[in-house]
């Protein structure tokens, strides 16, 4: 089993900055991004597969507030969030999974492995 690790959550007032890491015990092809505000569902950031460059947003990087970044040679996953907003409160997620098309699919409940979160608080 692969395990994930999410860190670089924290207390930020708003327009601050976060770098988010997720750092997997072994190599994943696909690795992706998810956030749970409190009370609200589950809802997919983006992901990125191995080997390449940028990530892959469900959405859209919100004008270029959020990048998705990968280091193959670490196992590791970014989430760079810029000009956080409260709205950016929530717990985030990292998963991963080696079957190819997830990267490309907002469906979290299809990712086979999840780290336990790490918490992001965006608040004056």
């Known amino acids: 089993q692969v395990r994930l690790v999410e860190s670089g959550g924290g207390a930020v007032q708003p327009g601050g900055s976060l770098r988010l890491s997720c750092v997997a015990s072994?190599?994943?092809?696909?690795m992706a991004w998810f956030r749970e505000p409190a009370g609200k569902e589950r809802e997919g950031i983006g992901a990125?597969?191995?080997?390449?460059?940028?990530?892959?947003f469900y959405g859209d990087s919100e004008n270029g507030r959020l990048t998705i970044s990968r280091d193959d040679a670490k196992y590791t996953l970014y989430l760079q969030i810029d000009n956080l907003k409260p709205e950016d409160s929530a717990m985030y997620y990292c998963a991963a999974d080696n079957q190819f098309g997830h990267c490309g699919e907002d469906r979290w409940f299809d990712y086979k492995y999840w780290g336990q979160g790490t918490q992001v608080t965006v608040s004056s």
């Open positions: 990125q597969y191995a080997g390449t460059v940028g990530g892959v």
């Open positions: 072994g190599y994943t092809y696909c």
